[in-house]
C-alpha cells in the first residue's frame, strides 16, 4: 500500500510517516511493550456490565471469540472456570500466574488510589460491577463482531459525538457512511480541535480495523485455532474499491492519532515526576523500576521533534478554548456511554479502554499549565489528577496505536512480497 506523507495543516504536522515510523518501531515500541507487561499496566479496572442507555441492549454477540464470559474475580472457583470463559482468555479473574502478594496488592489497589490521590471518580471504578481484567489475557483481535451492530455503533460515534456533521442515510448503508464531498466540505469549514476531532475517532476506528487484520483468524479447528496477519484483509480495509480511496486518508487519520497521544505523554512528564507519584502494586522494587521505565518512555516521547502547532490546537482564546475543552469532554463522555451498547464483550472493553486513554491525553493536552504548575514535591490539594484508570488506559491505549503503526510495517512487507 502506498502511504502518502503526512504533510501539511491536514493535522498542522510537519513529519512524516518515515520519522514516525523509525521512532516508534526501533525505540519507542520495544521499550512501551516491556512496560505493558507490568502487573500495575496489565490490569485494568472496568465495569462491563453497563446497560446501554441508548437503544434496547441487542442480544450479545454469539461468536465464540467475542461472547467472553467474565468469572467472578478473585477466587479460586474463578481461576478453575477457564474452559467455560473460552481457555485462557477470561475477564475478571486475575491471572493466576501474577504472584500471590500482587493478587492481595490488586485488593488493597483501589483503597490506596483512593486515599493517597483522591483521584477524580469514574463511575466505571465506583461501581461494585467494576473487576479487574488482564488485558494480556484478552488479546484484542479479531472477534467476528461486525454487520448492523457494529455500524451502528461506529454510526452513532460519528454522527451523534462528531459535531453532528449531516444526517446518515437510513437503513445505515456502510458504502455512503459519510464519505461523500458533503462531509468533507463540511468538515473543511470545522475549527482546528474539530476537525482534529474527527480524525482522532477516524484514526481509533483505523487502529481497530489494523488489529483485527493482524490478528485474524487464520485456522480453526478442534485441536488448534491460530491467529496471525491477514494481508487480503487488511488490503479490503484500507487498499480496495470498496474503501472509495479513503484507506490512506484514515492510515493518516491513524498517524495523527499517535502524534497526539505522543505529546499527550510527553505533556504528562511533570505529573509522573512527582516524588509522590507511585506506580502502587504492593512490590516496591519492582514498582520503582517500573517508574523508571516509565519515565525514560516519557522522557523519549518528549525528545520527538514538535509535531504540530500546539498554539493552534487547544489553546486560543481563553473563553473559545472552555468551551471546546467542554464540548469536546461531552463528546467523550457520549462515546463512552455509546461503548456500553458494544455487543461483544471484547470489542467493548478495548473501545472503553481506548476511548478512555485518548479522552485522557486531551485532558492532558488541555492542562498543560495545571501540569506544568505542580509542585516539585505536593503540599496541599494538587491541581492536576489522574486516576489509576486513567494511567492504565492511557498507556495502554497509546500501545495500541504504537502497535498498529508497528504492524503497518509488517503489512507492507507482506504486501510487497505478494507483488
Ligand atoms: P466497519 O469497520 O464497521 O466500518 C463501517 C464504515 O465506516 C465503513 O464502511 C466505512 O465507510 C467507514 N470507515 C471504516 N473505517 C473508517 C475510518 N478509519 N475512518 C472513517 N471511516 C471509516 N472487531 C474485531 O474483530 N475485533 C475487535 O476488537 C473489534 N473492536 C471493535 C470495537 C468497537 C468499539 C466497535 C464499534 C467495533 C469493533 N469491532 C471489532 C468491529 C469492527 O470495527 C468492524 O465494525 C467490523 O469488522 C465490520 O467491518 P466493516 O468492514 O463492515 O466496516
Redesign the pocket.
Known amino acids: 500500500i502506498h502511504l502518502t506523507k503526512v504533510t501539511g495543516n491536514l493535522d498542522d504536522c510537519a513529519c512524516d510517516v518515515e520519522t514516525i515510523n523509525a521512532f516508534n518501531n526501533d525505540l519507542l515500541y520495544p521499550k512501551l511493550q516491556t512496560l505493558l507487561e507490568s502487573d500495575y499496566f496489565r490490569l485494568y479496572k472496568v465495569n462491563l456490565n453497563k446497560p446501554c442507555p441508548f437503544w434496547t441492549d441487542h442480544s450479545h454477540c454469539g461468536v465464540r471469540d467475542c461472547a467472553v464470559k467474565p468469572c467472578s474475580p478473585y477466587s479460586a472457583e474463578a481461576n478453575e472456570q477457564l474452559d467455560e470463559c473460552e481457555k485462557a482468555e477470561h475477564l475478571g479473574a486475575v491471572d493466576v500466574s501474577l504472584s500471590e502478594e500482587t493478587r492481595e496488592a490488586v485488593l488493597d489497589w483501589s483503597k490506596h488510589d483512593d486515599e493517597a490521590e483522591r483521584f477524580c471518580v469514574v463511575d466505571d471504578e465506583e461501581s461494585p460491577d467494576a473487576q479487574y481484567v488482564d488485558l494480556l489475557l484478552n488479546p484484542?483481535?479479531?472477534?467476528?463482531?461486525?454487520?448492523p451492530e457494529?455500524?451502528q455503533?461506529?454510526n452513532s460515534i460519528y454522527e451523534e459525538n462528531c459535531f453532528k456533521p449531516y444526517t446518515v442515510p437510513r437503513p445505515l448503508n456502510?458504502?455512503t457512511?459519510?464519505?461523500t464531498r458533503t462531509f468533507y466540505s463540511w468538515l473543511e469549514g470545522q475549527c482546528v480541535e474539530k476537525r482534529a476531532f474527527y480524525r482522532l475517532v477516524?484514526?481509533l476506528?483505523?487502529s481497530?480495523?489494523v488489529?483485527?487484520s493482524a490478528r485474524y483468524l487464520l485456522g480453526d479447528n478442534w485441536f488448534e485455532r491460530k491467529w496471525g496477519p491477514n494481508a487480503s484483509e487488511f488490503q479490503q480495509?484500507f487498499d480496495s474499491e470498496l474503501t472509495k480511496g479513503?484507506g490512506p486518508k484514515?492510515l493518516r487519520?491513524l498517524y495523527f492519532l499517535y502524534l497526539i497521544e505522543l505529546r499527550a505523554l510527553a505533556k504528562a512528564l511533570p505529573f509522573f515526576q512527582q516524588a509522590s507519584f507511585q506506580l502502587y502494586t504492593g512490590q516496591l522494587e519492582q514498582d520503582q523500576k517500573h517508574k523508571e521505565q516509565l519515565l525514560d518512555i516519557l522522557q523519549l516521547a518528549r525528545s520527538f521533534p514538535l509535531h504540530f502547532d500546539e498554539t493552534a490546537l487547544f489553546a486560543g482564546d481563553r473563553e473559545e478554548a472552555a468551551k471546546l475543552k467542554e464540548d469536546i469532554r461531552l463528546s467523550f463522555l457520549n462515546i463512552s456511554k455509546i461503548?456500553d451498547c458494544?455487543g461483544?464483550f471484547?470489542?467493548r472493553l478495548?473501545?472503553k479502554l481506548q476511548t478512555q486513554g485518548l479522552g485522557t491525553a486531551l485532558k492532558v493536552l488541555f492542562s498543560e499549565r495545571q501540569i506544568e504548575a505542580l509542585p516539585k514535591s505536593r503540599t496541599g490539594w494538587p491541581t492536576f489528577q489522574l486516576s489509576r484508570q486513567e494511567i492504565v488506559a492511557l498507556l495502554n491505549a497509546f500501545g495500541r496505536v504504537s502497535t498498529s503503526i508497528k504492524e503497518l510495517q509488517n503489512f507492507r512487507s507482506l504486501l510487497s512480497e505478494q507483488q
Open positions: 484484542e483481535r479479531y472477534t467476528g463482531y461486525k454487520g457494529a455500524w455503533i461506529w456502510p458504502a457512511f459519510y464519505s477516524s484514526g476506528h483505523a481497530i480495523s488489529h483485527l480495509r479513503e484514515r487519520n461503548m458494544v461483544c471484547k470489542c478495548w473501545g
